[in-house]
């Protein structure tokens, strides 16, 4: 059964094109999309053997794809990597493998958190600090975080995880935006009662290939892997992620160009006069007195940002793709009267 399209809902996700033009129309210049943290510069698709399209993923591949990213990553283990059809994947099977926990999400953060532990019916404990989490079974962080870029110390977090394994308890932290600050990772340090989440179609701009991969100490890790079963990502994304992650070349000059892209961004937002209170490398938040009215009118113009039911003074913006991107936010801006 259809659902039916409500015209006064908000997207729960970015990049639905499909739902966007069930509200706005469909514009005649095509959709400027940002309102996803994707890469807009995505990494150029290497050729590759037309029979990974023909076999079932090998076991071999897998492990290749393990490898390259525990290099990327600095994980001295491969066998402490898991791969999965995007980090999505991961959260969602990790609930179903706890007994039930009382979870504490730091939010605002990414909503499918809540949402998996909740349907998987463990307790939620929603909290906006780690000095709120009390005396949680589980505690689910990201860092940097979605919306926000909030970041949080290192250190801190592995204090963290060492007390929730003393007590049988697990802290999950979410990397899917650390590729521009690998500072921030812990996934060199995984240890009992730690598991790190990283996205790949982020940072390499390739959401459509769904891979993704949790990193845990070797037994966690084990079982993550029966959880989800065999093949749980496609040959083809498999085969991308091995060239990618290692093509150290590429994510270098990559790093140093999203944060250019993001400068820029935020000059462009700034001569707008919308407040950037927050973000990473690849999206800015920005407090807008009139928020949900500014995306209306954007939308309208075909320019796709990410509203918040929660916070009606956000608005996130995802990189433009280069200067002509730049320039039509930049025109539809100015035109604001809000």
Same mark, same amino acid.
């Given at each position: 059964?259809?659902s039916?399209?409500?015209?006064?809902?908000?997207?729960?996700?970015?990049?639905?094109? +499909?739902?966007?033009?069930?509200?706005?129309?469909?514009?005649?210049?095509?959709?400027?999309?940002?309102?996803t943290?994707?890469?807009?510069?995505?990494?150029?698709?290497p050729?590759?053997?037309?029979?990974v399209?023909?076999?079932?993923? &090998?076991?071999?591949?897998?492990?290749? +794809?393990?490898?390259?990213?525990?290099e990327?990553f600095?994980?001295a283990?491969?066998?402490? $990597?898991?791969?999965?059809?995007?980090?999505? +994947?991961?959260?969602?099977?990790?609930?179903?493998l706890?007994?039930? &926990?009382?979870?504490?999400?730091?939010?605002?953060?990414?909503?499918?958190?809540?949402?998996?532990?909740?349907?998987?019916?463990?307790?939620?404990?929603?909290?906006?600090t780690?000095?709120?989490?009390?005396?949680?079974?589980?505690?689910?962080?990201?860092?940097p975080?979605?919306?926000?870029?909030?970041?949080?110390?290192?250190?801190?977090?592995?204090?963290?995880?060492?007390?929730m394994?003393?007590?049988?308890g697990?802290?999950?932290?979410?990397?899917?935006?650390?590729?521009?600050?690998?500072?921030?990772?812990l996934?060199?340090?995984?240890?009992?009662?730690?598991?790190?989440?990283? &996205?790949?179609?982020?940072?390499?701009?390739?959401?459509?290939l769904?891979?993704?991969f949790?990193?845990?100490?070797?037994?966690?890790?084990?079982?993550?892997? $029966?959880?989800?079963?065999?093949?749980?990502?496609?040959?083809?994304?498999?085969?991308?992620g091995?060239?990618?992650?290692?093509?150290?070349?590429?994510?270098?000059?990559t790093?140093?160009?999203l944060?250019?892209?993001?400068?820029?961004?935020?000059?462009? $937002?700034?001569?707008?006069?919308?407040?950037?209170?927050?973000?990473t490398?690849?999206?800015?938040?920005?407090?807008?007195?009139?928020?949900?009215?500014?995306?209306e009118?954007?939308?309208?113009?075909?320019? $796709?940002?990410?509203?918040?039911?929660?916070s009606?003074?956000?608005?996130?913006?995802?990189?433009?793709p280069?200067?002509?991107?730049?320039?039509?936010?930049?025109?539809?801006?100015?035109?604001?009267?809000?």
């Amino acid at each position: 059964m259809r659902s039916t399209f409500d015209p006064f809902a908000l997207p729960a996700h970015g990049g639905d094109l +499909a739902a966007a033009e069930l509200r706005f129309g469909r514009p005649a210049a095509g959709w400027l999309d940002l309102s996803t943290g994707i890469n807009p510069f995505s990494y150029p698709l290497p050729p590759f053997d037309p029979a990974v399209w023909q076999r079932l993923p &090998s076991a071999e591949l897998e492990e290749l +794809a393990r490898r390259a990213a525990a290099e990327a990553f600095g994980v001295a283990d491969p066998e402490c $990597l898991v791969v999965g059809a995007g980090s999505q +994947a991961l959260i969602q099977v990790l609930p179903r493998l706890r007994p039930f &926990s009382r979870v504490a999400v730091v939010g605002p953060t990414y909503g499918e958190h809540a949402n998996c532990w909740t349907n998987a019916g463990h307790q939620l404990l929603p909290c906006e600090t780690l000095d709120r989490i009390g005396d949680a079974d589980v505690v689910v962080v990201a860092n940097p975080n979605n919306p926000d870029g909030r970041k949080y110390d290192a250190r801190r977090l592995l204090e963290l995880a060492d007390g929730m394994a003393a007590r049988g308890g697990l802290l999950i932290v979410d990397e899917a935006f650390a590729d521009c600050t690998p500072e921030l990772s812990l996934a060199a340090h995984v240890r009992n009662g730690l598991i790190v989440l990283r &996205s790949f179609g982020k940072f390499f701009g390739l959401a459509g290939l769904r891979l993704g991969f949790g990193i845990a100490e070797p037994g966690a890790a084990r079982l993550l892997r $029966l959880a989800l079963g065999p093949w749980p990502v496609n040959g083809p994304a498999l085969a991308v992620g091995c060239t990618a992650l290692a093509d150290h070349a590429w994510i270098a000059e990559t790093r140093c160009r999203l944060a250019s892209e993001a400068a820029a961004l935020d000059m462009l $937002l700034v001569r707008a006069r919308l407040s950037v209170i927050g973000g990473t490398h690849l999206f800015r938040l920005v407090n807008a007195p009139r928020a949900w009215a500014l995306y209306e009118y954007l939308g309208q113009r075909g320019i $796709l940002v990410r509203p918040f039911a929660a916070s009606p003074r956000w608005l996130r913006f995802g990189l433009p793709p280069g200067e002509k991107g730049r320039r039509r936010l930049q025109d539809a801006l100015a035109a604001w009267e809000g």
